[in-house]
Nanobody, 122 residues
Framework: QVQLVESGGGLVQAGGSLRLSCAASGRTFSSYAMGWFRQAPGKEREFVASISRSGVSTHYSDSVKGRFTISRDNAKNTVYLQMNGLKPEDTAVYYC???????????????WGQGTQVTVSS
């Protein structure tokens, strides 16, 4: 069992930056691939980024590639999402998730945080 708690969301102007954190409970954090997803009002949850258990392999959606960076610190049981060059269309609730393999489908992830709101004003 893994419990995930996101933090770092907030209100930012277009072009600004935020760093989201996701703290995981338990001793097996390094056994899980991690992902970030987001869901805007009236839209389906969509993949943002993923990172392998070791942190060596990362993958991004086309909409955030070059602007967002996912990283993890296994010693701190934490995964991060650095978001630069934010746009109003990035406004959403952001969720972190843990699974046994990386991928873009939310069905690959077994554990989910409660989400943190990111709002980008124009």
């Amino acid at each position: 069992q893994v419990q995930l708690v996101e933090s770092g969301g907030g209100l930012v102007q277009a072009g600004g930056s935020l760093r989201l954190s996701c703290a995981a409970s338990g001793r097996t954090f390094s056994s899980y691939a991690m992902g970030w997803f987001r869901q805007a009002p009236g839209k389906e949850r969509e993949f943002v980024a993923s990172i392998s258990r070791s942190g060596v392999s990362t993958h991004y959606s086309d909409s955030v590639k070059g602007r967002f960076t996912i990283s993890r610190d296994n010693a701190k049981n934490t995964v991060y999402l650095q978001m630069n060059g934010l746009k109003p269309e990035d406004t959403a609730v952001y969720y972190c998730a843990a699974g046994l393999v990386t991928g873009t489908s939310n069905r690959l992830y077994n554990y989910w945080g409660q989400g943190t709101q990111v709002t980008v004003s124009s």
